[in-house]
């Protein structure tokens, strides 16, 4: 499970190191009501976005993936993806492989003491996909969470 785990942190990094130019979101400004809605593990809000996916993995428990951004002005101005373990030990283990793997560049990534590591991306990527428009950054987030969940599926199924 840890080198799975270290496959899927890979895969976050290669998603985040694709560049776009353009936006094809001139008309999201961010304004409008502050209503939030969930469906599927999705919350909206003007200046919040979550994507939430869980899934149970025999013999490890349920692992949950989480998208995040905040807004101002219809701008990403910060965005992150959490990975909940089930266990306290199990996030600890990750952590400390990640800390000791010299091939695995950490930066971004913490830890909260308990089961949550979080990878925060930096000022210079949220500005390039938030330059993109708000309903890219959300899809993107989405579709992140649900690549990893779809890893994590095929990982332990196969």
Same mark, same amino acid.
């Given at each position: 499970?840890?080198?799975? $785990?270290? $496959?899927? $942190?890979?895969?976050?990094?290669? #998603? ?14 961010g304004g409008g009501n502050n209503q939030q809605q969930s469906q599927n593990g999705?919350? /909206? ?11 149970? /993995?025999?013999?490890?428990?349920t692992m949950t993936c989480i998208g995040e951004a905040t807004f101002d002005n219809?701008?990403?101005t910060a965005m992150a993806i959490s990975f909940v373990y089930p266990k306290k030990? %199990? ?15 950490? #930066? ?47 990982? #332990? %199924?196969?």
């Amino acid at each position: 499970m840890k080198k799975f $785990m270290y $496959m899927c $942190m890979m895969l976050l990094a290669a #998603t985040l190191t694709f560049t776009a130019c353009g936006s094809d979101d001139d008309d999201d400004n961010g304004g409008g009501n502050n209503q939030q809605q969930s469906q599927n593990g999705e919350v /909206v809000k003007d200046n919040y976005y979550s994507y939430t996916e869980s899934i149970e /993995v025999k013999n490890f428990g349920t692992m949950t993936c989480i998208g995040e951004a905040t807004f101002d002005n219809g701008q990403a101005t910060a965005m992150a993806i959490s990975f909940v373990y089930p266990k306290k030990s %199990q996030a600890q283990d990750q952590w400390k492989d990640y800390q000791n793997d010299p091939d695995f560049d950490a #930066t971004g990534y913490s830890y909260d003491g308990d089961r949550t590591i979080t990878y925060t991306m930096d000022a210079e990527t949220v500005k390039t996909l938030g330059a993109m428009g708000r309903t890219y950054v959300c899809n993107f987030l989405k579709d992140t969470v649900k690549g990893f969940i779809d890893s994590i599926r095929q990982a #332990t %199924q196969g």
